[in-house]
């Protein structure tokens, strides 16, 4: 592969969202026809939307299964995270998310050992996607957000002390999950998904110390290393599990963590882009939401650390009492320090350098056709 | 052994403060003479000092090591909260608990395999030490407890959020240990340990709930099964974590497991009583504190289910508004309504009802002895 930044384009999908994209990689996808199992390979978005629907038909079962051990009033709350349970115990129409997480372990095993990896790595992507969504449990009560996926959070409906405890029995449920798993690259995927924890912790407490900073104390480098423990951190681990379970050695499983987390870090610069400038009929979030938060997501850092004019009015208006302020001269200050193109043209570089390591670990374009759909998948959408 | 109830002997140790202990259990051990190992035995507490002086000697090297592995922010939580470092990350002088759970299964892996069981299961313990210390960071968190082990707690110190991922880190290093671990038993006892952590998680549910019911809406049951989720279960998953390191079969597991839970139980019923009639310089919490802070503790309930006049009135001072109200009497109410003999019969019952499983599994009582130490010595203690 080996992308360079100007092979990048940057294309317009609709009024306010950008979506970046190496030039060549639909080709190549396009070329590569047929996918590894046979079945007709996709572009623009379809494919990884077959492999996330396939993933939550092969995941869902054992996520369900692994919930229904847990005792009743865990239970609940799980269920209702999870948007399979009403807060009264009825069943609800689902909205668990879009299982990133375990596809990415189940295509990694896929592109590193064919289907029978894939199919042997099902209980380590339900594993991966119960270590996530503990982590979404406790985030939400730090950060006292009341709405996750359209429905209202758990502290939200149960309280903080159930929403800790069911969060704690989630992290509990997943390790369990591997130390049943009789596979013998478990324990190995086991020890990295608690490293990745402690990882996803430290990226947390990093976020919560940042927004607690004023503008001028916060660099662009602390900002980058947060996203990266926070967000890259676990779709790197996926990838590094799932090359696990198909038995590669240390340096694919090496080279698949760091594709992972530069995806992750991709997705998560084009995220605080549409977090600011996005469509909130297609983000569900309304524009300029981490503006009117003062949120110090990666595009307002690169500002504020800018040098330039706007820098220090950006700074200026950070501090400034929140109220009826005008949030598009704000976004429009981000803009004029450069934020924007900042955090684009490092999404580009990001999503490059993703490629990179997953051509060494699969040269192969075909086989590697999962794992590129789901990266290009997760930079085009927010949530 | 098969002591039956009658067998138990209550001999006050100091003015309000009870102990139980079966009749011969003593004798039993001082005729043994000598532990496993060729060490002198001791009665009356030496022998379990000594076991879990022993405990700290092996175990915190590798909790220590473990803790390195931590990001700066959550190392700095996890020593203060260890004990071994002040919030300004000068080191402290220690007091990092009584090392009672790691001190189990290394006593449950000497008393079915011999010294060298207890060698290869040192990792096991310290990653039981974690989780039993994981539970009390959140914990604190949910009981706003700003006080433990005489030191500020890690929530007072550092915030509601910090201490909260603080505790999920440890967590996963508890799981992480086992991971790593090579011994044919680790990854039975870290299924063990998780779904250990889900029944804890379920007891201080439990806990919460039962402190918001009024006073006639609590069952002794449902008391009874929440001090067994949240006390009984970690004391029992050490014992057969133990048993599962010293190759046991199943039925010697379950056998540990109930000894612990068992005596589990018993500890709480104790620890209750203190909380009421306890002598603070002893136990380190004013007598009375359970009452002034109205905990719906073992005795309380079982004086409040109890159908006697005193049990109405006992509910009564409960729901009365707090202030300068006489703790003395509401203890005397508590005692008049049966709930300090009950409480003291059902933890001789307990404790007899463990030594059976206890000589199920290890019939020798020479190799049954350090058990035996360590469940006497948590019956006697309050912290």
């Known amino acids: 592969m080996g992308e360079s930044l100007t092979e990048f384009v940057t294309e317009t999908q609709q009024p306010g969202t950008e979506v970046l994209r190496p030039a060549g990689a639909l080709e190549r996808r396009r070329s590569a026809g047929r996918q590894r199992d046979g079945r007709p390979g996709s572009a623009d978005g379809h494919e990884a939307e077959m492999l996330l629907a396939r993933t939550r038909a092969a995941v869902d079962p054992v996520l369900r299964a692994a919930l229904e051990t847990l005792p009743v009033p865990m239970r609940r709350i799980a269920l209702h995270h999870f948007g399979w349970q009403e807060a009264d115990g009825t069943p609800a129409a689902g909205g668990s998310g879009k299982a990133i997480r375990p596809a990415l372990v189940l295509a990694a095993a896929a592109a590193l050992g064919g289907p029978e990896a894939r199919e042997v790595s099902v209980q380590a992507a339900a594993a991966v996607e119960l270590v996530h969504n503990f982590t979404l ?37 997943a390790l369990r999950l591997l130390a049943e798993d009789p596979h013998p690259a478990a324990p190995a995927a086991a020890a990295r998904l608690a490293d990745c924890v402690v990882e996803l912790c430290a990226g947390q407490h990093a976020d919560t110390a940042l927004e607690r900073c004023r503008p001028g104390e ?14 890259g951190a676990l779709l790197g681990c996926a990838c590094a599990i799932g090359a696990l379970y198909a038995g590669t050695g240390e340096a694919d499983v090496a080279a698949l963590d760091a594709f992972g987390r530069e995806a992750g870090l991709a997705f998560q610069l084009i995220d605080d882009v549409i977090g600011i400038w996005g469509d909130p009929h297609r983000t569900g979030k309304p524009a300029g939401a981490d503006l009117a938060a003062r949120k110090k997501s990666l595009p307002v850092v690169a500002a504020l650390t800018s040098g330039t004019p706007a820098a220090a009015e950006l700074a200026e ?51 590697a056709g999962g794992l590129l759909a789901l990266a290009e998948f997760v930079t085009r959408r927010s949530s």
């Open 317 to 367: 208006l950070y501090e400034a009492p929140r109220g009826e302020e005008d949030l598009e001269h704000i976004a429009l200050t981000v803009e004029r320090a450069g934020g924007r193109d900042w955090a684009q043209g490092q999404a580009a570089d990001r999503m490059a350098r993703a490629m990179r390591h997953l051509a060494c670990a699969v040269p192969d374009p075909e086989a």
């Open 218 to 231: 916060v660099t662009l480098d602390e900002t980058l290393a947060m996203a990266e423990a926070k967000t």
């Open 137 to 173: 449990l406790h985030d939400d009560v730090m950060d006292r957000d009341t709405t996750r996926r359209h429905r209202p959070t758990a502290w939200a409906v149960f309280g903080d002390a159930d929403a800790i405890l069911a969060g704690d029995a989630l992290q509990a449920l």
